[in-house]
């Protein structure tokens, strides 16, 4: 068999004048889609400028802006396809997609997954770009919410990219969502102070710090007990509930409740630990029943102390005789 090498340049030079021949239509439809990209993006703009002037959910706009500008797309691409290829049919795309939507839900399944979750966090709005939020083991500001993936930035300035469809399927604490933000901490003070004039003290201090709302109004609270501390607990309000306004306001609190606890003699006791030291100059050391570990007698009998005169009496008899030497019988 031989190659019909005329042939087979026929049916290039063929190939290449079809080509050059829509060469005019596939330039047109290439600015045809680059006009409808174009005007999706615009798109995309003037949905969200509308959206955020005229209903108090911001990422509504996000939603839609980004809906109309998919949409614009697919439909130039559509276009320019026409244009390009006179063949060419939208039924066909269609039919396409329809056969391979099982293959392609497969092989796409995380990735629509975290689309249709940034759809849902868009729409339900549990937080929004700005605010504060804990995720697990992060924590810092949202940056974006995209359909695949939100930004966080966290408080050192690194940046967090977490799916979309762990955030709505666990649990996420926005520490922004609201005007007010309650702050509280513990104080120790000793068991010898007046713990009523330690909490007026220090309700008087948080009072007098700049930034704490008056109402709701702060309080000073007795919560337990500790080993060797009253411990009281102070808890304040502010606003707004940033992460850099908390701290600044838990230092000034802090501060002043240092300087007017100390100011009153009031104690702030570092923790004590007792250690009991097993008692060997008892003459019932080694009884169980009557060994007192170091700790006082009260109302009980008070052993006998042990002198070293009365234990080298006591010594022949522990040894099993009377005197002389070892195993000597006395007279």
């Given at each position: 068999m031989q190659f019909d090498l005329t042939g087979a340049v026929r049916q290039i030079q063929e190939m290449g004048n079809a080509f050059l021949e829509r060469l005019p239509y596939i330039a047109v439809a290439l600015l045809v889609f680059v006009a409808f990209y174009l005007a999706a993006k615009v798109l995309r703009g003037a949905t969200r400028r509308i959206f955020q002037k005229r209903t108090r959910h911001r990422n509504v706009g996000f939603v839609v802006g980004r809906l109309a500008q998919g949409t614009l797309v697919i439909l130039g691409l559509l276009v320019a396809l026409v244009i390009a290829l006179p063949t060419f049919r939208p039924g066909q795309l269609v039919q396409l997609l329809g056969i391979s939507s099982v293959a392609i839900g497969f092989a796409f399944r995380d990735i629509l997954q975290n689309f249709l979750a940034g759809i849902l966090l868009l729409l339900t709005e549990p937080f929004k770009i700005g605010d504060q939020i804990r995720f697990g083991d992060y924590e810092g500001i949202v940056e974006d919410i995209q359909t695949r993936a939100t930004m966080l930035r966290t408080y050192d300035s690194r940046r967090i990219v977490i799916p979309n469809a762990e955030l709505f399927t666990h649990s996420v604490t926005v520490n922004t969502a609201f005007e007010h933000r309650r702050l509280e901490y513990d104080v120790g003070i000793g068991y010898g102070d007046d713990a009523e004039r330690a909490?007026?003290?220090?309700?008087?201090?948080?009072k007098g710090v700049p930034g704490v709302l008056a109402d709701p109004a702060p309080d000073v609270l007795l919560v337990g007990l500790g080993p060797s501390t009253v411990n009281l607990r102070a808890r304040w309000w502010i606003e707004p509930p940033r992460r850099s306004d908390a701290l600044d306001s838990q230092d000034a609190v802090l501060l002043a409740i240092k300087k007017t606890l100390s100011a009153h003699g009031i104690d702030l006791p570092f923790d004590t630990r007792v250690v009991l030291l097993h008692d060997q100059t008892e003459e019932t050391d080694g009884d169980r029943r009557r060994q007192?570990?170091?700790?006082?007698?009260?109302?009980g009998e008070v052993p006998r102390p042990r002198g070293i005169a009365e234990a080298l009496r006591e010594l022949p008899r522990a040894l099993g005789h009377d005197g002389g030497a070892p195993g000597a019988k006395g007279s």
């Open positions: 909490k007026e003290l220090m309700l008087e201090a948080v007192r570990e170091g700790w006082p007698a009260g109302q």
